[in-house]
């Protein structure tokens, strides 16, 4: 099947962003589950599952889950997506895209935005998941308490509000992380030395970035 | 079609004036290779010229929306001296990649048309290989027929002899000629000895 040149970069991007990072996500996601819930019973005691319930869902759902799921894709899409870039600049490759007439913007910059953004928010709900399930398995091996009964105890403490939260932040995280990174591998100007250059840049500047929206969000959801 | 008043730029230093017609055969030579990448780079839009005023089918190049320059160069094939191919996409998307992004025919249609134009060009690699295992020759192939995919009206062909042997020079300029007839072309040489070489095949 031969499909538009724009279309197939934005499935490639989804496909190596999204699909590709699946294992990666959901892995760390199944650990970070057991990790918190590890910490929360040496702080609480084995007891109650409420608890247990409620800070598991708020951290993962809320704060983990948005938050680890950028820097994966950061680290693993983002400087991919600089370096490629970076390398079609220098390779005079755009120039080439441009001189065809073909946009940049619309072939190069777009389906890498759409795609990691879109991707960002499809892991995010695989790393939660992931993370749920974790965290209740763990739960339910060292309480002896069934994990159903965990579970429930999960839904009762879930409100849509904080599912909105996260998609907000999700989508905010892969967007700003590509365009970020998009950027940064456009800038290149002459030299392949300047390739890992842009590449620590972008991704010291993403992770600053993802902090900082996380904050802002949270301030922000704090007042309303 | 494309025509120059006293256009200068920052390497080419004389003024040049040139008036070129639809199915006209025009060919310049700049024996330093940036300038004639400058002056491609003025041809098509990518630069400003330092002084003078060029028109590209009746459009001042200088004062011309970024859309409408896009718009013009949809109508221009341009073979780059490397091919100026995309190392992230294969041999065969390559081919497709204007023609499929300006929606110039039926997808089916352009696939089969590439085939074909390939067949003629006698290019005997791999469709689907990488940029990277394609010879100098191979390059220029897929580059004239991504440009003649496009349907163009004008063909610019950028240092076509570079890199390739005397033999290949002979057998390209024998395509070239089959190719070119109803076309307008630019051609932007290196010596005076191609362009006698050029000129006494494609007139």
């Known amino acids: 099947m031969i499909l538009s040149p724009v279309i197939e970069v934005l499935l490639r991007q989804i496909y190596f962003t999204g699909v590709q990072a699946l294992s990666i996500v959901i892995f760390s996601g ?97 790393f939660q998941l992931a993370a749920l399930f974790g965290g209740v398995f763990i739960a339910s091996f060292m309480t002896g308490v069934s994990f159903s009964e965990n579970m429930n105890a999960i839904f009762d403490q879930f409100y849509l509000k904080d599912v909105a939260i996260a998609f907000l932040k999700s989508l905010m995280f892969g967007f700003t992380v590509s365009l970020i990174c998009i950027w940064h591998g456009i800038s290149v100007k002459k030299s392949t030395t300047e390739i890992p250059q842009r590449t620590t840049k972008a991704l010291t500047g993403g992770i600053f970035s993802i902090f900082l929206i996380d904050v802002i969000i949270d301030f922000i959801t704090k007042m309303i | 079609m494309i025509s120059a008043i006293g256009i200068t730029g920052d390497l080419i230093r004389d003024k040049m004036n040139f008036n070129i017609q639809k199915g006209q055969k025009a060919f310049f030579v700049f024996e330093e290779e940036a300038q004639g990448e400058e002056f491609l780079d003025l041809l098509i839009g990518m630069k400003s010229p330092k002084s003078g005023e060029l028109f590209f089918m009746g459009q001042n190049l200088r004062h011309i929306r970024k859309d409408k320059l896009f718009e013009i160069r949809k109508k221009i094939a341009i073979v780059f001296k490397t091919g100026g191919l995309i190392n992230n996409i294969r041999t065969l998307e390559n081919i497709l990649l204007p023609a499929l992004y300006h929606r110039i025919a039926d997808k089916e249609n352009l696939y089969r048309e590439a085939i074909k134009l390939l067949e003629t060009f006698e290019f005997k690699g791999d469709y689907m290989c990488k940029i990277e295992e394609l010879t100098n020759l191979e390059r220029r192939i897929i580059a004239l027929v991504r440009g003649l995919l496009i349907k163009p009206e004008i063909m610019i062909l950028e240092y076509p002899f570079q890199g390739i042997s005397e033999e290949q020079r002979e057998w390209l300029l024998s395509k070239i000629e089959k190719i070119s007839k109803n076309l307008t072309l630019i051609s932007i040489l290196s010596s005076q000895r191609e362009y006698h070489f050029f000129k006494g095949k494609v007139n």
């Open chain 1, 30 to 126: 199944l650990f970070i589950g057991l990790i918190i819930v590890l910490q929360i019973m040496s702080i609480t005691g084995s007891g109650s599952s409420s608890i247990m319930g409620k800070i598991l869902l708020v951290i993962v759902l809320k704060e983990i889950g948005p938050l680890f799921t950028a820097l994966i894709i950061l680290t693993r899409s983002g400087s991919a997506i600089v370096t490629e870039l970076a390398t079609m600049k220098l390779g005079r490759e755009i120039y080439y895209i441009e001189a065809m007439g073909i946009k940049p913007e619309v072939y190069l910059i777009k389906p890498r935005l759409y795609g990691v953004t879109f991707s960002a928010l499809v892991l995010c709900v695989y």
